[in-house]
């Protein structure tokens, strides 16, 4: 037999109308119950020795309910006996690092002996051991105005791009306001550090304010490692954070519970906002979000807050904001170099040159889009202006003393060096050069002042200014002469024939020995 369980109130107006004397009759008339349950709160409350002319409060209404309504609980089933006994087990299988599913946990029990049905186990499991029980949730409090904001790429769909001419998904960065719920969402085809940070840019200029701290899950474009407690940041937008004065605070991984009001945003924004809509470019569809986040998901009522998000933002949240930022922020790449044994260093399909002291060191380089900047640990060595692919930027002062000129094929300074060993010299040298091409003769250039280092100065200057005045202008020939006259002076000092002679011979005659004589005795 079913008894009806009476709620708070049914229960103190039957009691009310007991100490106003009615009957039980009277009683179960008026509110419309069975007398027999009318008499057994009556006699619950006779016997909780509560008098008629007591105040009826919610303790004694509450002990009137419980004499009634408490009922022992029943004696456990043989079935639920015998699952007792097994209990540091099932608990075991249950909760192991890889649990076992509840059917395979009755199999191996059959297999013991243990006769039981589904139903009874998995009641079991449930009461005794807490088996797929909800975990119990905490309310976590919004932050003060202004403080917080929590981000998120969202999945709209799929999306026509004229520029690739294909199909592709389309994502969303989201960004949503803790306190207003005030959001702006900003479409992308791209999951990339410079999409996000465009993406971002674009938000606080929505908002015209920047929070102090940004909520973010652990895509590669912001983390490099996750932990909970000490993630690895992306540099490039580590370095983004800091121009804006943003702290970033990373959710654990698969915990969408960290930044539920954006998470709880995802769904809405691509119903809402994307579903049934058609797109002709990606710029239309940036156009178009905005629209939506200021007038149609900004002015609704929302439904937690009650309040409209645009107003609330404008009244409460704003003034406690960072200012918006003017100037787009050119978002970096960092990378590893190695400097080659050429004096330069690859970034991004181009080379750029390092001072010579840092031959073979790995270094760590900051590109954007106009300077690159080489480090060494934290020491800034070297800055470049941005080139492009298959270009290169090279500083002479880079390379060891006396390779620059080489290196860089500098006509101006190999003629300046070839005048300083002799007019001659200088003046054949750009002869040499007087060319179109001057650097294919830069060679037959290098070679006339190695000559100088060898032969001397003084002869190849001879050489030069007798080669000028039958214009030969080839530095191969004057090697041969200046090797051929070196070789004959050699063979006549051999031979003796240009040995020197004293100064003051011992018998040397005069001049007058050697006059002829006239006729007449004159001189001839």
Not at 43 to 51: D, G
Not at 217 to 223: A, G
Request: charged letters at 30%; a positive charge.
């Amino acid at each position: 037999m079913t008894y009806r369980e009476l709620k708070m109130n049914e229960i103190r107006e039957v009691l009310r109308r007991w100490k106003a004397q009615q009957s039980k009759r009277e009683i179960a008339r008026g509110t419309g119950l069975d007398r027999k349950t009318v008499r057994r709160y009556i006699e619950a409350a006779e016997a909780q020795r509560l008098s008629r002319d007591d105040e009826l409060g919610d303790s004694e209404v509450h002990l009137v309910a419980q004499r009634v309504q408490d009922r022992p609980a029943p004696e456990p089933s043989e079935q639920r006996e015998l699952l007792l006994k097994h209990k540091d087990r099932i608990e075991r299988w249950l909760k192991a690092d890889k649990p076992l599913r509840l059917t395979k946990v009755l199999i191996l029990l059959r297999r013991q002996g243990v006769d039981t049905s589904y139903a009874t186990l998995r009641r079991f499991a449930i009461d005794e051991l807490g088996w797929r029980q909800p975990a119990a949730t905490v309310r976590v409090d919004d932050p003060e105005p202004g403080q917080q904001a929590q981000a998120d790429f969202g999945r709209m769909g799929k999306m026509y791009d004229p520029d690739t001419g294909k199909v592709r998904k389309l994502w969303a960065v989201i960004v949503t306001l803790t306190v207003s719920r005030y959001m702006f969402v900003w479409p992308t085809f791209q999951q990339t550090v410079q999409a996000l940070c465009e993406g971002l840019d674009e938000a606080w200029r929505f908002f015209d304010g920047v929070p102090y701290t940004l909520i973010f899950d652990n895509p590669k474009t912001i983390v490099i490692k996750p932990d909970a407690t000490a993630p690895k940041f992306n540099e490039s937008f580590l370095e983004y954070a800091q121009a804006r004065g943003l702290f970033v605070d990373l959710a654990r991984v698969r915990h969408p519970k960290d930044k539920p009001r954006v998470e709880n945003q995802v769904p809405f924004v691509r119903e809402n906002w994307f579903a049934g809509e058609k797109f002709l470019h990606v710029k239309e569809a940036r156009d178009n979000a905005e629209h939506w986040c200021r007038e149609i998901a900004g002015g609704r009522i929302h439904g937690t807050t009650r309040k409209v998000p645009r107003q609330f933002y404008e009244e409460v949240e704003k003034p406690h904001m960072l200012p918006a930022p003017e100037e787009r922020f050119d978002v970096p790449l960092w990378s590893d170099a190695k400097v080659h044994p050429d004096h330069h260093i690859q970034v991004q399909r181009a080379l750029y040159s390092v001072p010579h002291p840092y031959l073979g060191r790995n270094v760590r380089v900051r590109s954007d889009s106009r300077l690159v900047c080489v480090y060494l640990n934290t020491e800034l060595i070297k800055t470049h202006l941005r080139v492009g692919p298959g270009q290169r930027s090279t500083d002479p002062n880079d390379y060891p003393p006396g390779k620059a000129d080489y290196a860089l094929r500098n006509v101006d300074a190999l003629i300046e060096r070839a005048y300083k060993n002799g007019q001659n010299v200088g003046e054949y040298a750009e002869r040499l050069l007087a060319n179109p091409l001057p650097w294919i003769k830069m060679r037959q250039g290098y070679q006339l002042l190695r000559l100088c280092d060898k032969y001397g100065r003084q002869r190849v200057d001879a050489a030069c200014r007798r080669a000028l005045d039958f214009d030969v202008v080839d530095v191969p020939r004057i090697a041969r002469v200046l090797r051929e006259a070196l070789r004959t002076e050699d063979e006549a000092e051999q031979k003796g024939h240009l040995k020197k002679l004293p100064p003051n011979p011992r018998f040397a005659r005069g001049k007058d020995l050697f006059q002829t004589l006239g006729p007449q005795g004159g001189e001839r």
